[in-house]
């Protein structure tokens, strides 16, 4: 038996906006994603000789094919036309749920990259993200990391190189909200006049944090708002408390305060935490060279 282990990274859109709805049914999006240091940390066990399996310490994670590692592992291992023998994924799951920070997405992003290196890359990056895109829309993302426009479906990837430092609060409320839900009511109300990248790309070009925080947007932050007043007042609170704006991830239901400083962002961290356990700390860099 063989034991792999990987982690996947939560993603932050701190741009996203929606630009039409396709023939198929889905939406083609722009955004502007962000992956950072709060993670899921997984044990991947090949050649158990026992029936697959998936379990995690926490109890509403799916252990059956419903969780996208299922389908990530079965389309792997028909590509490379391999049989495992037998699979085992033990999940730490850190990263909230039904959130809008990917963690479903993140997880079989990073089973994937963690096969193809075991498997001597058989897949390139390219054929490993085309494969990702029919597990989830976030999957190509995730196993990229890093900071990156997307567009379409998610599946066009254009990397931003220049990443300055940042440091992130990251608040889940209670509520969950159901992205299926978010699309249907924007559908209804209509996409909100059109916005652009170039003010946050030139955020990262300048390597300026201020810059990049001044031009967050997310065009479902309004809808959700209406459904979780809540986040709302997260909003706030994470601007009270320091952070140089703050806004929703995704269809929600998490929020995110930006800062440029670590001690303010571990202040506001502890003091929202008091009211919202599901409260993290999280960078787009290194703690240790803060
Ligand atoms: P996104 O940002 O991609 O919209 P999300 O952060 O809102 O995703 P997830 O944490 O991915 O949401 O969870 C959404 C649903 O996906 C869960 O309710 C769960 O049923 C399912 N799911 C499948 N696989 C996983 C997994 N490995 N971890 C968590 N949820 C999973």
């Not at 996203?16 to 198929?24: Q, S, T, Y």
């Not at 083609?28 to 709060?38: C, P």
């Not at 509403?60 to 036309?81: H, K, S, T």
């Not at 799951?93 to 096969?115: H, N």
Request: glycine fraction near 8%.
């Amino acid at each position: 038996m063989t034991a792999l282990y990987a982690s996947g990274y939560a993603k932050l859109n701190l741009y996203l906006n929606v630009i039409g709805k396709r023939d198929d049914g889905y939406h083609n999006i722009e955004s502007v994603m962000q992956a950072v240091t709060l993670r899921d940390d997984m044990e991947i066990l090949l050649g158990t000789k026992e029936p697959w399996l998936i379990d995690s310490d926490r109890d509403d994670v799916p252990r059956n094919e419903d969780n996208l590692c299922w389908r990530a592992a079965e389309l792997f291992f028909g590509a490379i036309g391999e049989d495992p023998d037998g699979l085992t994924v033990h999940i730490l799951k850190r990263i909230p749920m039904g959130a809008g920070l990917a963690g479903g997405s993140t997880d079989a992003a990073a089973l994937l990259r963690a096969l193809d290196v075991y498997y001597d890359k058989r897949l390139s990056l390219d054929a490993l993200c085309q494969l990702g895109a029919k597990v989830g829309s976030d999957v190509p993302f995730c196993i990229l990391g890093g900071t990156a426009i997307t567009e379409e479906k998610g599946q066009l990837l254009f990397p931003i190189i220049h990443e300055p430092q940042a440091y992130y609060v990251i608040v889940k409320p209670e509520a969950s909200i159901s992205t299926k839900e978010m699309y249907e009511q924007l559908d209804r109300e209509g996409i909100p006049a059109a916005n652009d990248t170039k003010r946050i790309v030139n955020g990262f070009r300048n390597q300026n944090v201020a810059q990049i925080a001044k031009n967050l947007y997310n065009v479902f932050e309004p809808l959700a708002i209406q459904r979780v007043p809540e986040i709302g007042k997260i909003k706030q609170q994470l601007k009270q408390h320091g952070a140089l704006n703050a806004q929703m991830t995704g269809s929600g239901s998490a929020v995110f305060g930006i800062f440029d400083s670590l001690e303010t962002a571990m202040e506001a961290c502890d003091t929202l935490r008091e009211k919202y356990p599901e409260t993290f700390l999280a960078t787009n860099g290194d703690f240790d060279e803060a």
